[in-house]
């Protein structure tokens, strides 16, 4: 009796694990790719810019914090949150491959941290210029 | 198969009696604090933590999504108002913005409401954990040096797990504390 329960739920673990997985998993390159594709014709956009992305993560922008009070000057390293301590995954995709995979995690971060740094959302042209960056930070 | 009926119910019965002593472990601190007459709803004023801390069955939005940036604190350390509150304010919340989408604001507000104090009697409803009356009598000077605050590895008294190593499972117990040097 004991063993049948187990194979049933073996079974119902395993099908809830593969549902759990994010609906919409995509590659950095791929979100990347949806940024240039929804700014497309924004008005003055320029290429997307690895040297514009990285000065934009280490420079303040009237705020308290920059990108890399909490993320670190190195994005590949793991960072720390500025008022809790808690420890932060590294960001650089090249550091932790779960990074900019999730569409839905991605909107959520960039909302809340570009409120926190310049107090109002980032232009497609900075999201792109800042994942251009961390695309080429090396492990 | 019949072997196995008689098996199942002793099996049931050692994990009961199993469940039933760690429980009374765990509880034994709190009980201390009851014999103090904390039913009157006098002590704090009203504002006293929940027992359980953490429902038995929790929530994996509310485990994922308030994990984040602190441990994710137990629903009944504060009252169904202040989560309410606490979750109405999301996008200013301690300084920071945490908003969530519509849908996972509400669940996890649902979690955090049914889950909250059973014990708080006040009609106030704190934003702080800190500023609770159970918390700062539990804090007070007498019981925690005001040196213990200023630790880098303190930091904040939202920084629970510095010396409540288990505070992500809604352990505060008095036996399992250990305040860093």
């Known amino acids: ?139 | 198969m019949s072997m196995h009926y008689k098996k199942f119910p002793r099996a049931v019965v050692v994990a009961i009696l199993a469940m039933s002593v760690t429980m009374s472990i765990a509880q034994a601190d709190d009980d201390r604090d009851e014999r103090y007459g904390e039913k009157s709803s006098g002590k704090n004023g009203g504002e006293n933590r929940g027992k359980p801390l953490h429902p038995a069955q929790t929530n994996a939005k509310f485990q994922q999504e308030c994990s984040t940036c602190h441990v994710a604190y137990a629903p009944g350390l504060l009252p169904a108002e202040s989560w309410r509150k606490v979750m109405a304010g999301l996008d200013k919340h301690f300084g920071s913005d945490a908003s969530l989408d519509a849908q996972d604001n509400k669940e996890i507000t649902a979690f955090l409401v049914s889950n909250a104090s059973n014990r708080w009697n006040a009609s106030t409803a704190p934003l702080r954990i800190s500023e609770a009356a159970w918390f700062k009598r539990e804090h007070n000077d007498r019981e925690i040096s005001p040196a213990v605050w200023k630790n880098p590895q303190v930091k904040s008294p939202a920084n629970c797990a510095a010396c409540h190593p288990d505070a992500e499972r809604g352990d505060f117990s008095e036996r399992n504390i250990k305040i860093p040097k």
Request: charged share 20%.
């Open chain 1, 1 to 139: 009796m004991f063993r049948e329960f187990h194979v049933l739920g073996i079974a119902l673990v395993t099908v809830a694990g593969l549902m759990a997985q994010p609906a919409f998993a995509e590659t950095p390159n791929e979100i990347l790719a949806s940024i240039q594709k929804e700014a497309a014709g924004t008005p003055g956009l320029q290429e997307f810019s690895v040297a514009r992305g990285e000065s934009f993560f280490k420079t303040k922008h009237g705020n308290e914090w920059s990108c890399a009070s909490c993320h670190t000057e190195n994005p590949a390293a793991p960072g720390k949150h500025a008022k809790t301590g808690k420890v932060i995954q590294p960001l650089a995709p090249s550091a932790n491959a779960e990074r900019f995979t999730n569409p839905k995690k991605v909107a959520k971060w960039f909302k809340r941290n570009c409120n926190d740094v310049l107090d109002h959302a980032c232009t497609l042209q900075e999201k792109g210029d800042v994942l251009a960056y961390l695309l080429t930070v090396k492990k």
